[in-house]
């Protein structure tokens, strides 16, 4: 049974408070779009797709909040909205994807609109649609994925990707889950992540939910256990991959693909195409998210540095695509040359989408 970090039940958008895990899993109401912005800004629900899964519902919360009085004024209020929501985190680009979508649906239904009922019924479908499908995706990616992890394996992982981050199975995690469901003895090895240890307190909380051996490791534990060769694979998420391959992701992927790479060890990347922006050529391009020092400083209660410390706080940082053995997509595992895989894995998805595709970028 997997937990559920998103909810859309009677027009109401409900999320668990990431942040209180793995002490109190507690659900909260979002009620105005400022609740959703401010959840998804303080980290009360993240993981790329979770925040675009979100962000499409916090769309229809901001539309009921303004209570526009006709189908022009609801239309000018969705733009509105949309930039705001789209400000929150500028890393993930499935937070961007999901608001494209969501103002592309409600175009493409302006024609047949008649009230303020019929778009918000046009909206309410396409995020159930974002969300539904953002399930399928997962559960593809992980069976695609699991076929990298070798029975016995010890598996690396960096910040939190299972259902928490996507409200399907995950995506780094849902290679694991796939793999120890189909039987595979497995150990995952869980970066604790800091500076807001979505490692320890979320993958590892997941882990043992799900009932897989889990081992946690400080970040600077992770050369250890790969010169102990106690890893075979490791398999993380990403929050933008660019289209020559270079991917973003939590602060400290990068850290540990140079590790991987210096120990021979395979470095897989799993995420579905609404992590793909083809408008990036590469890493340098993406914009990388800068958090409040506090959160090193003393994120979780004491003070552990000096007051008035200078403190360099980027989110995330860029594995380049040549430390990167494969990116495990809902399609199959693309390999190297990522250009011209990346780019053939989104003309099919244009292809089978009938040239309808959001692809991002
Ligand atoms: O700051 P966070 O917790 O939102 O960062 C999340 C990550 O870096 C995940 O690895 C990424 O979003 C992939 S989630 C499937």
């Known amino acids: 049974m997997i937990v559920e970090p998103i909810r859309w039940q009677e027009g109401r958008l409900t999320i668990i408070d990431q942040t209180l895990l793995p002490g109190e899993l507690r659900y909260i109401k979002l009620d105005t779009v400022a609740d959703v912005w401010h959840a998804i800004k303080r980290l009360s629900v993240r993981g790329a797709p979770a925040i675009g899964c979100t962000a499409a519902y916090g769309v229809l919360v901001g539309l009921r909040e303004r209570a526009p009085e006709s189908v022009d004024e609801a239309y000018a209020a969705l733009a509105e909205i949309c930039d705001y929501l789209d400000a929150s985190r ?31 019924q046009a909206l309410e479908s396409e995020a159930d649609r974002i969300f539904e499908e953002n399930f399928e995706l997962c559960r593809a990616i992980g069976d695609h994925g699991a076929d990298v992890i070798p029975d016995g394996a010890g598996v690396l992982t960096h910040c939190n990707t299972g259902p928490l981050a996507t409200g399907g199975e995950g995506t780094a995690l849902s290679c694991v889950i796939r793999a120890h469901a189909a039987g595979k003895q497995l150990r995952v090895y ?34 250890v256990v790969l010169r102990e060769g106690k890893i075979n694979v ?59 020092p506090d959160e090193v400083t003393c994120g979780f209660g004491p003070r552990t540095a000096p007051a008035d410390i200078d403190v360099y706080t980027p989110a995330f940082d860029v594995t380049p695509a040549e430390l990167i053995t494969g990116i495990i997509t809902e399609y199959g595992i693309l390999y190297p040359p990522f250009t011209e895989s990346i780019r053939e894995a989104a003309e099919r998805r244009e292809r089978e989408a009938g040239g309808t595709a959001a692809v991002p970028g």
Not at 93 to 120: H, P
Request: net charge negative; glycine share 8%; with cysteine.
């Open 234 to 292: 490791a398999i993380v998420g990403a929050d933008r991959i660019a289209a020559n391959g270079d991917a973003a992701n939590k602060i400290g992927t990068y850290g540990a693909a140079v590790l991987c790479h210096h120990h021979g060890v395979p470095f897989y990347v799993a995420a579905p195409y609404t992590t793909f922006d083809l408008s990036i050529a590469s890493g340098a391009d993406i914009p990388i998210e800068y958090r409040d």
């Open 190 to 223: 869980a970066d604790e992540t800091r500076p807001l240890l979505q490692g320890a307190r979320l993958t590892a909380w997941e882990m043992q939910q799900a009932g897989i051996p889990v081992t946690l490791i400080c970040d600077n534990t992770a050369a």
């Open 90 to 120: 500028p890393t993930a680009v499935n937070l961007g994807w999901a608001l494209r979508s969501m103002r592309a649906a409600a175009d493409a239904s302006r024609g047949g609109v008649d009230s303020i009922a019929d778009l918000e």
